[in-house]
């Protein structure tokens, strides 16, 4: 059953085989928070799906022809990973798929009983981090962090949050850029996320968190790109996905 507001789950499937993805689907079928949003049969199509499609789920097979599963995953970019299920007739591979942050590892055949467990822990991941940003966001009286402190070498520095331009995912880091500096802190934009004012703080990228005071232009480009042109000069990428919250949040039409 789908929680209430909390957004469906994005899913990638990837897998060389046409049965095997149609297995997942099948297995998928009494899942109705998930969105299947695209299938890929190998590395290569898969590395452009991520990135067109920002999908929050990926189900990924390990042996493929060409690049594997683990091959895929080391061509990622560092920005924040979808959440990831390995789906495999190898169980061997155990060990390794958990060391990549896997969220479950299922082997094929599908076993439904077996699968609904690990739909489980995706989805107790996903509300996770997801539930509690909606729930912050319809909180009047919610406590959203108004300092921060970023180590610099010797010393920590506490910025206001309101002096924050905008923030970009590095791996299991931030990077916090103020007033033309930029500082590395050791926290994903997902949990800093959930500490900001909604009001305050617009996610236009899977990647990037802008401080919307900041933004001065929104450009519409060839081919459907658009990006947000901060007060600094700065031009940031604002994806297809987060395109409608902008436009409700800047009041575009």
Known sequence: MQRMNAPRIRTLLVDDEVLARLAIRQALASHADIEIVGECGNASEALQAVAALEPDLMFLDIQMPGKDGFGLLHSL???PLPLLVFATAFAEHALAAFDANAIDY???????QRFDQAMGRVKKHWYGMNVS?????NDVAGNYLRRISVNTGEHSRVIPVSDIDWVRADGNYVRIHVGGKCFLHRETLRHLLESLDPNDFLRIHRSIVVNVDRIREVHTLFQGHAEVVLRDGTRL??????RAGARAALGLR
């Open 106 to 112: 299922v082997l094929k055949p599908i076993d439904q």
């Open 237 to 242: 990428d604002l994806s297809r996905r987060f």
């Open 77 to 79: 970019p560092k920005a």
């Open 133 to 137: 940003t909606h729930a912050a966001a």
